[in-house]
């Protein structure tokens, strides 16, 4: 999509929406990999689980800190050199944490991996919403969702195959350059995002402090993404040391569940047709709660099933959620909204 060009229909717009696409996907594979790969770091270091589960307190602090710097960034440098950057970033980052030989210098690039990965939210929805007429902004939404979905499945499946022939550390290298490919292929092919994003100051962001459907989708976020992002980030641990599981089973038996998300999403379209936007969230963040309850108490074969059933139910909630959430506020504050809420 060239800069000067008005929205079109999401049938004419598929291929870049892809492009921005494996962009999420790269960027989101790059954090979810250390949960599959948290035990083998752990006896690389010789640390507990407690130690090696800050990792991903940096990756968000590092995380929250991009977002709400994120505007800035993109009006000096564009929603697309923003993607651009992050994915460059991300790339970096994945390889430094790689050759990293202490606990000190892993912290530091998980801090600046999670920078690299937050600049990529408020312009990666802009970038979607500003290619497609608003009617097919669920369709678009639910293809941009195949992404982070993707890398659910991906991340375990990878590390398995992968730590037969090298390290964690080359696993790491291996995803890095790869988001560093994508970053040059969005580069080369990829001309959406040619317009600047809005920087967080007071005059932006107290009209949205104001409205009270910018806090209660804050709300319904930390939920639904405290049972994607946190549920996943210690749950193939939690299989192996507290239920019993092989580490290698448990890892495929993570991955392979996670598919199912990619074929639940597109649901949450028919769910928002039929009942609303209101309802598909409460419905779906009751759902989880419900699901991520059974999953600490349960064994067996019901234990089996919400381990397939949990991450299915809470991927509904993106379409419907992100879709909420581009429709507060203007346009040129779309950005400032995602950064904010999320």
């Keep these: 999509m060239m800069d000067n060009q008005l929205p079109e229909r999401f049938t004419l717009q598929i291929k870049y929406i892809l492009f921005v696409t494996g962009v999420v996907f790269f960027n989101m594979l790059s954090r979810y990999v250390f949960s599959p790969l948290l035990l083998e770091v752990e006896r690389s270091f010789n640390i507990s689980h407690a130690v090696a589960s800050r990792f991903f307190l940096y990756i968000s602090i590092g995380y929250a800190i991009a977002m709400l710097c994120s505007g800035y960034v993109s009006t000096v440098i564009n929603h697309r ?7 460059a970033m991300v790339g970096v980052t994945v390889i430094l944490v790689a050759l ?12 600046l991996l999670g920078m690299g990965s937050g600049f990529y939210a408020p312009s990666g929805i802009s970038v979607i919403t500003s290619m497609v007429v608003r009617d097919d902004w669920g369709k678009a939404l639910a293809v941009h969702e195949i992404g982070p979905n993707l890398s659910l499945v991906a991340a375990p499946l990878m590390a398995n195959l992968f730590i037969r022939f090298t390290s964690w550390r080359g ?17 080369r092919f990829n001309r959406g995002g040619n317009f600047p994003g809005q920087p967080l100051n007071l005059s932006n962001i107290i009209p949205l402090l104001k409205k009270p459907s910018f806090w ?33 089973y448990a890892n495929n038996l993570f991955g392979i569940s996670r598919i199912i998300c990619i074929v639940a999403i597109f649901f949450s379209g028919f769910l928002v047709d039929r009942i609303g936007i209101k309802k598909t969230i409460f419905l779906i963040l009751l759902c989880s709660g419900a699901a991520i309850l059974l999953l600490a108490i349960s064994s067996g074969a019901i234990l089996l099933i919400m381990i397939f059933l949990q991450p299915a139910i809470i991927a509904l909630f993106f379409p419907a959620g992100l879709a909420a959430l581009s429709s507060i506020g203007p346009p040129q504050t779309r950005n400032l909204v995602v950064s904010l809420i999320i």
Excluded: D, N, R, W
Aim: aromatic letters at 16%; proline letters at 3%.
């Design 81 to 87: 050199g923003t993607i651009i950057l992050s994915s």
């Design 100 to 111: 990293s030989s202490s606990l000190p210098l892993i912290y530091t690039g998980l801090f």
């Design 171 to 187: 696993v790491l290298i291996a995803i890095g350059m790869l988001s560093l490919l994508m970053a040059y292929l969005f580069f």
């Design 216 to 248: 209660l989708l804050m709300l319904f976020f930390c939920f639904a993404l405290g049972g994607v992002q946190g549920v996943y980030s210690l749950l193939p641990a939690f299989l192996v040391t507290e239920k019993g599981f092989e580490a290698v």
